[in-house]
Structures are given as C-alpha cells and as structure tokens.
C-alpha cells in the first residue's frame, strides 16, 4: 500500500516537471469573442504556458506548456474561474519529452 501511494507520487511529479503538457479544458460560460479575448489574455500570463488557443464553437480551452514546471490542473482551473468561466473538465491530453 505504501509502496504503490509512493509510486503515485513519483508518476505525480513526473507529469509535473520535465515534460511539456498539454492540457485540454472544457470551458462554459463563454458567449462572444470578448470572452474568448479575456480568457485567452488571462492564460498567457500564466508562467510556463507557451501556447494558448480558445474555441467558442467548441468551448475549448487548450494549453501547451514548457518543460520545466507546467502549472497544476488547479492553476488552471481557477485561472478559468479567475476570468470569469466555468471550468468543466480538466486534462492532460498529451505529455511529451523534450
Ligand atoms: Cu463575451
């Protein structure tokens, strides 16, 4: 038990540091471009994102990350909130080395 709750931890900072993500979020709560402005501009503050695209059509909100230290699924999550949205689901879509 203890063994794998260590593993979970390693596999949790592997997923955090050194690898670029990038995270795919289900954003509500848009409804025009300024959303999509305010959203977007909010994002690319972020420390370590690199690349951000936002979707209305799709209420997507997508996140490339450097790899050095992507910010948590959390930080996302409330940089949604922060800008006024609805965070719907948050996930890492792909984690590549470099
Ligand atoms: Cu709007």
Redesign the pocket.
Known sequence: MKKLLILGLMFGMFTEFGFARTIEVEVHG???S??VDALQRKCNKVPHVTKVEVSLKLKKLRLETDNEQSPSLDEVKKTVVDSGFTPVKVEVIETKEH
């Open positions: 848009m409804t025009c300024f959303c």
